[in-house]
């Protein structure tokens, strides 16, 4: 029989005065020992037992990395491609080790490539315009420049600076200074912020093809982050696939935006747990990967219950989310689902935050194994959320947008940008294009986007 009573912050007291102690003080202390011992769950919280993101983990804190019982198949290095050459040096031996110099037999045995960047030199056209009296009427007419040449920038000078500004999400003021210093060409802001408008207007055609593609496709993956756009707080949309990825910014987060995005879509949503994708009345995979880190809380826990509970739930968890590269057999199924099932009727009834998470397990228990029987459904939403990665980054360096049409820029340049890396296409020749119907009043070639659905 123990003689002492744990209390928070080590503190310790004895049996005797622990039952002297009153009734309503006890359950004050207990009450306040479960509110401390939560509060202190949430501080532990990151972007590994929990929903966070690993962009809001303190660099402070970073914990070690966990062993690994399987060691990692070694990465698969680069090695530079021979590019077609413009020029061609052979290089023949000098002489040999005992010092002759005459050789027979010669062929080649590798391939030495030197890669440079040639001067760059800007072409810059004139259009000196002429004013002249009519013969006739006696009327003054003036000459006007051609409308593919109004804007005053042309065609790839103007996909450069949407690549740099949109593609690479730098700053006005980075693009001019890169423009200066490399091109030798002086460029105010607002000039900047003109060809970046013009860019949005080129590549809408390409945006509404690629939300028509997302919604006709048979999968996607779906996920949010907020977005600012002044001072008020947007949500960031995405609605991904293997093919295309399509973005979309909305005032807030809620079913209203979730339809907004989706238009008439009903194919296999893969997403978190958020309420508005539970509701979801089609097949859905829940990502497994962010009840596997809910679990892993759980773990994490002081509460006997709770660490038994999430290290028992994660163990299975993760077995199940294996199974999305090997599949299991019949036998492993059946004793992992007795295990499973077994899992929720044991924490079923609790109060506690295990019961809580069981009771998610069971309710949504359809969607833990949609992966299992559909093909191409992955068992997590990694996928949405490397989609979305690269925007959350650029939300932290420019804090979002100010206006509707900064809005408008950010969803199509995004969506453009995710589709053309699915789809292995420069995404740099792809704005050359845009520009270049754009000036000419022509239809950008959008085979490449509403392409079947792979």
């Not at 303190?58 to 020029?87: C, D, I, N, W």
């Not at 450069?160 to 105010?188: C, H, M, Y």
């Not at 296409?425 to 050359?432: G, N, Q, Y």
Request: net charge positive; charged share 25%.
């Amino acid at each position: 029989m123990v003689d002492k009573q744990l209390l928070p912050d080590g503190l310790e007291i004895s049996i005797d005065d622990w039952q002297k102690t009153p009734p309503s003080v006890i359950r004050l202390i207990l009450h306040l020992t479960k509110r401390i011992e939560k509060l202190e769950a949430r501080l532990g919280q990151d972007s590994s037992n929990s929903n966070k993101p690993p962009s809001s983990d303190s660099p402070y804190k970073k914990k070690p990395a966990e062993k690994k019982k399987k060691k990692r198949q070694p990465r698969k290095g680069y090695r530079q491609e021979l590019l077609e050459p413009t020029e061609v040096k052979p290089v023949h031996p000098e002489s040999c080790t005992c010092g002759c110099t005459e050789f027979d037999d010669q062929k080649p045995y590798y391939t030495h490539q030197h890669i440079e960047l040639p001067e760059i030199v800007m072409q810059v056209m004139h259009f000196v315009l002429y004013s002249g009296r009519c013969l006739n009427c006696g009327k003054t007419s003036k000459g006007c420049v051609p409308g593919q040449y109004q804007t005053g920038y042309g065609p790839r000078l103007s996909a450069l600076i949407a690549e740099i500004g949109g593609i690479d999400g730098n700053s006005r003021e980075t693009i001019q200074t890169f423009l200066a210093s490399v091109l030798k060409t002086p460029i105010s802001q607002g000039a900047i912020q003109k060809v970046i408008d013009r860019a949005s207007q080129a590549i809408e055609p390409h945006y509404e093809a690629i939300k028509e593609t997302a919604r006709v496709a048979d999968i996607n993956h779906l996920d949010e982050t907020p977005w600012y756009n002044g001072r008020e707080l947007n949500w960031l949309w995405v609605m991904a696939n293997t093919t295309v990825a399509f973005f979309m910014i909305h005032t807030n987060r809620s079913k209203e935006a979730f339809e907004a995005l989706i238009g008439a879509w009903t194919g296999i949503l893969v997403s978190d747990n958020y309420g508005v994708y539970q509701k979801w009345a089609n097949m859905r995979q829940n990502c497994l990967a962010h009840l596997i880190r809910r679990a892993k809380g759980l773990a994490e826990r002081s509460d006997p219950e709770l660490h038994r509970c999430g290290s028992w739930a994660r163990k299975e968890l993760k077995l199940l989310c294996s199974w999305g590269k090997d599949f299991p057999t019949v036998g492993e199924w059946r004793s992992f689902y007795a295990r499973l099932c077994r899992l929720i009727a044991l924490y079923r009834e609790s109060k506690s935050e295990a019961g809580t998470f069981v009771r998610s397990l069971e309710k949504h228990m359809d969607s833990l194994f949609t992966f299992l029987h559909e093909e191409g459904v992955e068992p997590t939403n990694n996928f949405a959320e490397r989609i979305i990665r690269f925007a959350v980054l650029w939300r932290k360096r420019s804090q979002g947008t100010n206006s509707e049409k900064g809005c408008r820029w950010v969803e199509r340049i995004l969506s453009l940008r995710q589709t053309c890396r699915l789809q292995g296409k420069s995404t740099f020749e792809t704005l050359v294009d845009a520009f270049n119907c754009y000036f000419k009043d022509q239809k950008p070639d959008l085979a490449w986007i509403k392409q079947e659905h792979r």
